[in-house]
Structures are given as structure tokens and as C-alpha cells.
């Protein structure tokens, strides 16, 4: 079922009187590429259907890849509702990872048609409420927020979210090693490896890569050292 197809029946099911009525619209948002080295951030957020169970649900990162990308479609077809948003590597930059984070996971909630009554966060922050704002316009208002350390292990709804979110950046990471082969993004996914430290000395930054991260930020200031040596000599 495709996006757009979800969504339509995301907004049929909001228009029923038990959905109205429910107090267990609750959305589970999570992250994936906070700590790598190059490419954005990315956010889902996901509620769940209690009449459609899904088996299989834990922590994206104790998943291999293969049941991951088997869980990933599942989850987007049974969901209620379901978003998947991110933040640039320039507004990574700007605003440092963690407000880059938050703001992947306010765009993640405020793409959803249906208002959850609750929104589970992954880790030990809520989104701050100023993110909101937008989209209280439409809903009456912001939904009630709760934090879970170790959510994404601990909370189906929240596992959901993070196997969106990983599968959702992987596949923006294997798009990009077609691009730069050379970098072996389509292995280690932008994480700072051996092989991708060992690639970003020899070819240097791309415009993928995050230039306020140490392992870049100090190639960069090598490469610059070297052509200043080259012209002063």
C-alpha cells in the first residue's frame, strides 16, 4: 500500500466515532543517525493498529537488516498512522545534532494525519513544545508527551518507529554509495569506520558529510593546512 493510499485510509479511520472516542492513540517517534558521520537525520512516527498486532517488533538495531527491511512495510500497511521526516546535514551543521534531532521528530508528528493522544520519545527528551506550534494550528491541541530511556527495546510502538526510521536513512545511504562507491556508504551507513575515516582522508568531505563532526571538521582543516602549505612554497 502506498503512501498516499495510507494516508486516505488513515483519514477514513480518524472519521470513525470509536477512533474519535479512543484514549489509546499513541504514537511512538524514535531517530536514526544521530552519531554518524555524514547524512541527515531521520525521525518517524508511528501509531499503531491494536486490532492489527505485529510480531517481531524490537529495537531497530538488535534487528539484522534483512528483518528490518521484511518488518518495515508491514508496519507502514497495519499502522494507523505512520510519517517519516528528517533534518539536513546543513541544518545539522547550524544547529547542532541534538536540535536537529528534535527537529526530524517534530516534522515526523506533524506529518501524521491522525492526532495521537500520547507521543512516547524514544531517550530522555521530549520534543520541546515551541516545535508544535504549526501544527496546533490544526489540532486542537499539542498531544501529551512522555520520554522512555531505552523505548525503542522497551516500547512496541516506539521499535515501530525506529525500524521506519533506520530503514528510511539506510536507503538514503545506499543511494548515495551508487554515487560514491569509493566511500562504501552502502556498508557502514555514514558511521565513522576504519574503511569510511580511512576514505574521507583520501578523497576528502563530500556535501553529504557533516562539517562540524571531528573526524571531518580535522580533514578539512588538514586539507586547508596542505594547500596553504602548497602556496607558500
Given amino acids: 500500500m502506498g503512501r498516499r493510499e495510507t494516508k486516505k485510509r488513515m483519514g477514513d479511520l480518524f472519521n470513525d466515532v470509536m477512533l474519535e472516542d479512543s484514549a489509546d492513540l499513541i504514537a511512538g517517534v524514535d531517530e536514526a543517525g544521530r552519531g554518524p558521520l555524514a547524512g541527515p537525520v531521520v525521525a518517524a512516527a508511528v501509531i499503531l ?62 506529518g501524521l494525519t491522525v492526532r495521537p493522544n500520547l507521543v512516547l520519545v524514544d531517550g530522555n527528551q521530549t520534543i520541546p513544545e ?26 512496541p510502538v516506539i521499535s515501530a518507529a525506529s525500524i521506519i526510521a533506520k530503514t528510511t536513512r539506510d536507503q538514503w545511504l545506499i543511494e548515495l554509495d551508487k554515487e560514491h562507491p569509493e566511500y562504501g556508504f552502502a556498508k557502514h551507513k555514514g558511521y565513522g569506520t576504519a574503511e569510511h575515516l580511512a576514505a574521507l582522508e583520501k578523497y576528502g568531505p563530500l556535501p553529504a558529510h557533516r562539517k562540524t563532526f571531528g573526524p571531518v571538521r580535522k580533514v578539512i582543516e588538514m586539507r586547508k593546512g596542505k594547500e596553504g602549505e602548497l602556496e607558500l612554497s
Avoid at 496546533?136 to 523505548?151: F, L
Wanted: charge should be neutral; glycine fraction near 2%.
Fill in 130 to 155: 515551541p516545535l508544535f506550534r504549526q501544527r496546533a494550528a490544526c489540532w486542537p491541541s499539542s498531544p501529551r508527551q512522555k520520554s522512555i530511556v531505552d523505548g525503542d527495546a522497551l516500547v
Fill in 49 to 110: 493498529d491494536p486490532m492489527r498486532p505485529i510480531a517481531g517488533l524490537r529495537d531497530s538495531k538488535k534487528l539484522t537488516e534483512e528483518a528490518r527491511e521484511t518488518l518495515a512495510p508491514v508496519i507502514k500497511e497495519k499502522a494507523l498512522d505512520w510519517s517519516v521526516a528528517h533534518a539536513t546535514v546543513e541544518e545539522i551543521d547550524e544547529l547542532n545534532i541534538l536540535q536537529a534531532t528534535m527537529l526530524a521528530m517534530k516534522r515526523a508528528v506533524m
